[in-house]
C-alpha cells in the first residue's frame, strides 16, 4: 500500500517517459523499479534525482560498489526498507560477496553502537582530530 | 561539557589501563583519545568495545579505509559529532583524498534523499530484489 | 501484527468511550482509527493525546491543511508507516493537491539531503543568523 | 571546527565562485553562508546542490514560508543544528511571526510524539487510508 | 545560541508564570531551567507540556528513576544534547548510581547495534512475537 | 523477504551451532528466533553478538526488567519492527504488567516530544547540569 499509484509507462507523460528510457538504457534491462513509477508523478523531482543519482553514482574516485555499500550504510541508519533491499541487491549485483556483506554489517552495527556511547556521555572532540580541517 | 570525567592513566584500574596500553600499541601513538578515557569508567564496556571494534575494523574482505567510509556514513546519519570528526581523521589518515571524500558526501547526501522520498511514498518493494535472499 | 489488541467500543471503559465519541463528533464520522483504538488501552494517555492534539491541529496563525502537511514531513523524517498515511490521507481531505503533495516531498528530500551534507561537514553556524533570537 | 575548511571568494575556482554569484544576485546580499563556503570543496555537488535548491524553495503550489517551515521541521527532526539555525532565520525573514512559529513547533512535538506512540504499538494501517492512493 | 530567547520571569505573563511557579513548589528550589524558560513564549504549549510532563514522570506503576533512565534512553537515541544532560543529571539525583548508568549505557549502544543488524537483514518477526498482542 | 535466508541448524557450521545451543540452553526453549538465524551467515558476529548481549542483559544494578523496557525505548526511537516486538514480548516474559507498558509508552512519547521541542529552539544547557560530571 503505497500513498501514490504506480505509473505505467503508458500513463506517464513524454518528460517522465524520458527518464525511464534513459534508465532502461543504462542498465541494460527493460526493467524500471517501483521507486521510479511513484516518482513519476512529478516529472521534475523524477528527472533531477535521476539525472543526480546518474552522477552520484558512476565510477569516479570512489568505486561503484563502494559506493553502493555506502548506500546501504545510509540507508539502514535511517531504516528505508525499500532502499535496503534495492541497494543490497545493487551490491550483490556488482560484486559484494558474503564476506564483505557480514563486514559491512559489522561496521554498521559498531558504528551505531559506539555512537550511542559517544552521544550518551557528551564526549568532548579532542583537538588532534581538527587537523582534517587542513586537508579540506 | 560531558556526562563523565575523562579518566587519565592514573585514574584508572588495571583493566582500564590494559585496554589503553593495547590502542597505544596497535596506533603506535602516546594519545589515547577522549572516547575511552570516558569508557574507562566501566571497564567492562571498554574492554568488550575495544575488542570488537579492533577485530570489525581489521582489514578483511573490506579494506579499512572502505569501512572508516562507512563509518563515517553511519556517524553522519545518526548525528553523532564526535564520531564524525574522529572517523573523518581516521579516514583521511588511510589515505582518503579530498576527491574521495567529496564522493563520500555525495552519495550520503544522495542516499539520505532517496532514503526519504521512497519512505514518504510508502514505496513497495519489487519483487526481483528479493532474488539476493537466496545469495545470503 | 501489533503489540495490543485494537479495542472495540464495548471493550473500552467510560473514559476511553468518551474520547471515540469526541473524535467522531468532531471528524462527522462514526469511523475511529486504529491509533486510538490501540492507545485505549491506558486511558489517561489516551485523552491526554486527543485533547493536545485537538488543540495543536485546530486553525490558529498556520491553517489546517500547512499543519498537516508539517505533520507529514516529520512523520516521514521519523520513518512512521502509520502516521504518514494516516497524515498524507487528512493532507489530501483537506485540500493537498498532486502538485502540492510533489512539492511537499521535493521538500522533504532536499532537506534530509542537505541535514545531511551540514552534518557531515560539521559546518559553523553564521553569526548572522543569531539575529533571529532577537524575534522570540 | 568543521572537517574542512570555509572557502573565501579567492580560494574558489570559476565554477563555485558562479554559484557564489547567482547566490548573491537572488538573495540581494553579499553575504554567501558557511554552507555553500564548505561545500564549494566539491564544486559539482555545489552547482547540483544549489540548482536543485534554488528550484524546490522557489514559489509554486506552496508559498516559500511554508516551504521553509516544512525544512525547519525535517532540520530538527534530523537534528541538525546548522539547518535548524539559518531556516528558522529565513522562515522568519519571509514572515514566520511569533505565533506561526509557536504553531510550527507544537506541531513538530506532537508529531514527534505520535510517531513514537504508533510504532511502539506497531498499530496497523487502516484500510480507509489507502483510498489516498488513487489521488495520486 | 537559541533560536528563542530564554524569558526571565519579569518578561512572562501571568499563564507562564504560574507554571514557573508550580515547577519551583514542585522541585523545592527557586530555579527554573533553561527549557522552560525558552518554551514561555507560548504560553499554551508551556502549560500543556509541563502537565503532561508532571502527570508521566510521577510515581506509578514504574518507579521515578527507571522512568529517567528510559528518558535518558529515548533522548540519546534522538541525540538531544540538553535532554541528555538534563535528565542524566535527573537520573543522578534520583539516585542512579555510577555502576547503574554504566548498565544504561551498555544496554542503550546493545540496542542501537543489533537494531540495525535487524533492520539491515530486515529479518522477519517471529510468529511466537506475537502472543503478547493478547496480553494488551 | 530477508536479505538473507534464515539458516535452519543442519545449515550452520559448528561456531555458529554452538551459540544456537548456548541460547537453547540459557532460555530453556528449542526455540532459536530468526534474529540469530539470519545473524549465523556470519559466525564471528553472532558469536560477539550473543556473549555481549548476554552479559549486557544479566541481572546486575539494573534488573532484567527494566533493561528490556530501556530496549524497547531504544528501539522504538530507532523504528526497529522486529526488535520493538521481541522485546515488548520479552518485557512481558519478565512480568512487565499493562500498567508498566502504559507508563513505558507514555514516558518514549513524552521524551520524543520534549527532545523535538528542545532541539527546534536550540536551548543552552544550563551551567547546573553540568554538577554530574564529577559524579562520573
Partial sequence: MATVSLLGDDETGPEAR???????????????????RALAHDPATLR?????????????????????????????????????HSHTAAARAKGMTP??????????????QTNQLVTAMKVPVDGMFDAGAGQG
Fill in 48 to 84: 533531477a534525482t535521476w539525472d543526480r543519482l546518474k552522477a552520484v553514482m558512476a565510477p569516479g574516485a570512489l568505486d561503484p560498489l563502494v559506493k553502493e555499500m555506502l548506500y546501504v550504510a545510509v540507508s539502514v541508519t535511517n531504516g528505508c526498507d525499500y532502499c535496503i
Fill in 18 to 36: 524520458a527518464v525511464f528510457d534513459e534508465i532502461r538504457a543504462l542498465r541494460g534491462t527493460d526493467y524500471v523499479n517501483n521507486f521510479w
Fill in 99 to 112: 564476506e564483505m556483506y557480514g563486514e559491512l554489517l559489522a561496521v554498521i552495527g559498531m558504528a551505531a
